[in-house]
């Protein structure tokens, strides 16, 4: 692909970025001969007759800003990737882009290739990696109103710190949570299951670089879904999320903990309890159940890794 006009949407918060990187993102493109322009997702969002005007939208941001920048470029030909400034930055890993931004600009640049690929949609917002419905949810909506968005440089140690305390979080705030039953539709079947924690993903990793789903892919058209059952505190959330990184086959081989599926519909078994069982989307927080969640086929153009395209 032949990039001559760039479009940097950038987020100040994001866990790894600072104006040093920004500065050179921007000098990077200058030095290739490519025209770039900055824009700061947290005062605009991106316009698609703006973007339009690029060959491609480069997001300087974590997973929570490329989300945003998808949801507003969803069916159009505007190709869109993520550079490794967030904090996790699930969907460089998955994608295989060098966490190194020198490396990852030229990959991006010189070697991926625009590609329509399926996104997730829970009632009307759309996603890229993954929808957790239960505690992953409360989890997230009580970090982003604890936390709430610090305009402070941050480094690495902040970086880390940031995902340290997301960590013992989990662990503190699990002994506080009231798991509630939560019933999942397989639209794909007509089959009925109960969980206390649901996660619907389009990707292999979830948390960071744990990878809990090896089988799936950006391309496929259907979700990997685990059910996490019988949950009632910190010692249960822990295990359980232990025995779905090791004993994955366990998993895949019992549809009570497992499901493919290409749409679900998720409520609390007791429907007056919906409005107290949150769900997020990529990292940030979405609403409350109920929730229909589909797969869209052809929904985003993404700047892929090859490698991912052949695999």
Do not use: W
């Amino acid at each position: 692909m032949d990039i001559k006009k760039t479009l940097i949407a950038y987020n100040p918060k994001s866990g790894r970025f600072s104006k040093e990187k920004l500065s050179y993102i921007l000098s990077y493109l200058k030095n290739k001969g490519i025209y770039s322009e900055g824009l700061d997702l947290t005062e605009k969002y991106v316009d698609k007759e703006f973007a339009s005007r690029f060959d491609a939208v480069l997001v300087a941001g974590g997973d929570g800003s490329l989300n945003s920048v998808v949801n507003r470029l969803v069916f159009t030909d505007i190709p869109v990737a993520q550079l490794p400034i967030g904090t996790v930055n699930l969907f460089c890993l998955e994608n295989k882009t060098p966490f190194s931004l020198p490396a990852a600009l030229n990959e991006i640049i010189y070697k991926y290739r625009p590609l329509r690929i399926p996104l997730g949609k829970a009632n009307d917002q759309y996603f890229l990696e993954m929808a957790g419905i239960g505690f992953d949810a409360f989890l997230v909506k009580i970090m982003e109103e604890r936390l709430g968005i610090k305009s402070q440089k941050r480094h690495f140690f902040d970086n880390f710190f940031k995902y340290l305390s997301f960590i013992i979080n989990i662990i503190k705030m699990a002994g506080k949570y009231g798991f509630g039953d939560i019933s999942l539709e397989n639209l794909s079947k007509g089959n009925f299951y109960h969980a206390n924690q649901i996660i619907v993903s389009n990707i292999k990793r979830y948390g960071g670089p744990f990878v809990i789903f090896p089988d799936n892919s950006i391309l496929d058209i259907n979700f990997r879904i685990i059910l996490m059952e019988n949950l009632k505190g910190r010692f249960d959330v822990i295990l359980s999320i232990l025995k779905s990184f090791i004993f994955y086959e366990k998993y895949r081989s019992n549809e009570d903990l497992y499901q493919e599926a290409e749409s679900v519909y998720i409520s609390s078994a007791v429907p007056s309890m919906n409005n107290s069982i949150f769900f997020q989307l990529d990292g940030e927080y979405a609403g409350r159940l109920p929730v229909k969640i589909k797969k869209v086929k052809d929904a985003v153009t993404m700047l892929i890794n090859p490698g991912q395209i052949s695999a």
